[in-house]
């Protein structure tokens, strides 16, 4: 096709699409967001783009290119990136509490700025309705709306791709989305003055990475069942870790813990872009949450089922305000927080940034594109791992391309 995207196609070539929608945005109507076998969502071009929306996908596509700028405010940590605060905390609500993924922070957050008027919506996802699981962008104009999005869904989500409808409109709006969508959404904010001031407050979580569909079917047949023959399913949430529950038709239901979805069948469907995230940490969004638990070497909690507790990360001084605002108005309870305990509580986030040059390395020697990562620290991270670790790594990169596997 005349016109196709030299952004897109290197993207392609790489395998280095995250799925957040951010070149849908740039040219709507000429690229759309669709499932691709194994089920993931990725551009596909319908007409010919012009140069400048070419350039434009260049400059912001978080499979080309993140860079991470930080200011005189905040503290600029090797491996958790810029931030002002550290906290662990959980909503005051205890229905938000349970109901959320970790502690409910991000809810209870969202749930106040549409209370005092700050947003008059919330950009966020939701568990679709005629495909439990997977993920639809919708806006939540009330506390009820927030508190149906919340938990995490181990899904592709495309939170980008619509986003025109709401930055062309005369309203505010806050953002939930995966770090990598934060990241697209603060590059585009940079050229396009619409962005901050439609959505001013950008939240994202700690992210491991997106499992593609087929990772949600191969969790319903394990636990015995199938899509055709479910009506709801939660990842989690309804508890912390909160199990993976699959609601069928006639109303019962069928579980299955934690350790085991996400651990024995979602974490092995992730996308390639997510084995090379330098940003899992959501290092552009006003403020992130995670998972606050005392874990195993390999990130799983400590405990079978207990109430849920956020790590907070406030990043920029917005999302500093909106931490203490919240606390003030008895929407979050807050505890201090050490960074250096962090290392501990998610060895999943650290061993992939210790590993992540070799795996970079693994790829460029044999010619396949990697995204541009500036000020992510990539250099000072690997020197925190071990020659080992990072030989095992560049090795068994170089073995995936040869298998054909990037
Ligand atoms: C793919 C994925 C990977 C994750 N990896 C980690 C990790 O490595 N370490 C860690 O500590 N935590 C991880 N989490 C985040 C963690 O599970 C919690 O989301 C986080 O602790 C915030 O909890 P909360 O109770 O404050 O959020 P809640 O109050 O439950 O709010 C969750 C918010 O996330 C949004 N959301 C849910 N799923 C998606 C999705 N697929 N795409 C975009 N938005 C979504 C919801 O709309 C909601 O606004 C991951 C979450 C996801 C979705
Ligand atoms: S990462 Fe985002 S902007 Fe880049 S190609 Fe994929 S959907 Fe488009
Ligand atoms: S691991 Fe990184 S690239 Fe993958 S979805 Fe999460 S933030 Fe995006």
Redesign the pocket.
Known sequence: MKGQSK??KR?RRGN?????????L?APGK?A?TYETPGY???TQKSALTAAENER?AR?????RQEVLVSDKQHDDVLWGPFISMHTGHAVNPRLRHSASSGGVLSAILTHLLETDQVDGVIQNFAAQDLPIGNVTRLSRTAASVLQAAGSRYAPS?P??ELHRHINSKQRFAFVGKP?DVA?LRALAKEDERINARIPVMLSFFCAGVPSLSGGEAVLEKMGTSLDKISAFRFRGNGWPGKATATLIDGSTLEMSYHDSWGKVLSRHVQH?CKICADGTGAAADLVCADAWECDEQGYPLFEEQEGTSLIVARTPLGATLLAKAKDAKKISLESFDSSRLTRMQPGQFGRRRVLFARLSGLRILGKPVPKYIGLHIMSAARLGTVRGNLKNFLGMVRRVWQKQV
Do not use: D, H, K
């Open positions: 952004a897109l993207v280095l699409c995250s799925g957040c929608g951010g070149c849908a740039i690229i967001m969502l990725r551009p996908i912001i596509c978080p499979g080309l495309a980008l791709e990598c697209a872009r």
